[in-house]
């Protein structure tokens, strides 16, 4: 597609991605990114632009000209030393960004949203685009940010805007610079960090296919609507099962009830809050997730959008490969 492409948060796990695709295509691309963040794996040609999503104020010079728009700016963690930032970046970063986007006179807007939203307590049945949210349902100030952002990019939408909204699952695979949370889960498994697990499911998808789905959203995505951009559902043993045969590594066999488990993130948070000032081991947000159902149908999305993602397990083989070889792992067990 002819015109400007402009991707916020283009240096992001997702957003490096799909910056590297829309550059492959032939696209003019700018990426908007924060203010010190590391660019420098961005393919050569793209225009880089510093700007704060969590002020208006520089950012309609950092969308003039944009023809499309995908915003993916977001801090994509569960828990942070502030969780004001959530609101901050998330939801009031969102309203800037759309709001400057429409002011530049885009023609095609995408909003990148999550699955973690779409959850519901005590729901059954697999969970697909349909699904109604209110923000009582909400776990925790990161679920709540996301859901705000969505419900204003709807909002906009349904005035006429257009705007279409994407919410992809856990992407897996290579170049998580920044440590998202299922790379995380990846890359502690791989050190033998991890001796317990919970009863939880998890829907993952290859990073590399989320960027190909915004890609086609953008494209023939119809404003209004929910594109679901999911893979595989796996219990979490199934994952590290996987994970095992992969590395070497023996998956853990205690299995940790939720009451232990939740007094455990209360007080990784405590001491992260406290103390450390870094990532708790665990997150009262993620451990309220892994209680509620995460068993995703993303196949009439994946239909709409001609979209089939590789195999989970050649994901994790990637992302196992790309920790092992950045150094972020210990040694394969013998």
């Not at 709807?154 to 998202?180: C, F, H, Q, W, Y």
């Not at 609507?225 to 999911?230: A, D, F, N, Q, T």
């Amino acid at each position: 597609m002819s015109g400007l492409t402009t991707v916020t948060g283009g240096a992001g796990f997702i957003g490096g991605h799909l910056v590297e695709l829309l550059a492959a295509r032939g696209e003019a691309v700018r990426v908007v990114e924060r203010p010190g963040a590391d660019v420098s794996h961005l393919p050569s040609g793209v225009e880089i632009v510093f700007a704060d999503v969590r002020r208006r104020e520089g950012l309609d010079e950092a969308l003039r000209g944009s023809r499309f728009v995908y915003h993916l700016a977001a801090n994509p963690n569960l828990w942070a030393p502030d969780r004001g930032e959530f609101e901050a970046v998330n939801h009031r970063g969102t309203v800037h960004v759309l709001d400057a986007a429409l002011a530049a006179g885009a023609e095609r807007i995408l909003h990148t949203s999550t699955e973690s939203i779409l959850t519901k307590s005590g729901a059954a049945g697999p969970i697909d685009e349909d699904v109604r949210i209110e923000e009582s349902d909400a776990v925790g100030p990161y679920c709540l940010s996301k859901l705000r952002a969505e419900n204003h990019a709807m909002k906009l939408a349904a005035e006429g805007k257009p705007i279409v909204v994407a919410n992809p699952t856990m992407p897996v695979g290579p170049g998580d610079r920044g440590g998202s949370p299922p790379t995380r889960l990846i890359r502690d498994f791989t050190r033998g960090a991890l001796p317990a697990v919970l009863d939880c499911t998890l829907n993952l998808i290859d990073v590399r296919d989320v960027a190909l789905g915004l890609a086609r959203v953008l494209e023939v995505g119809r404003p209004g609507r929910r594109y679901l951009l999911g893979g595989a559902n796996l219990t979490l043993l199934e994952l590290f099962g996987i994970l095992s045969e992969l590395t070497g590594r023996p998956a853990p066999r205690w299995r940790v009830p939720y009451a232990i488990g939740l007094a455990f993130a209360h007080a990784s948070e405590l001491w992260a809050d406290r103390v450390s000032g870094r990532s708790p081991q665990a997150t009262v947000t993620g451990l309220k997730l892994a209680r509620r159902l995460m068993h995703f149908d993303a196949s009439r999305s994946l239909r709409e959008l001609d979209l089939e993602p590789r195999p989970v397990r050649e994901s994790l083989a990637d992302a196992v490969d790309w920790l092992r070889a950045s150094g972020a792992t210990g040694p394969a067990a013998r």
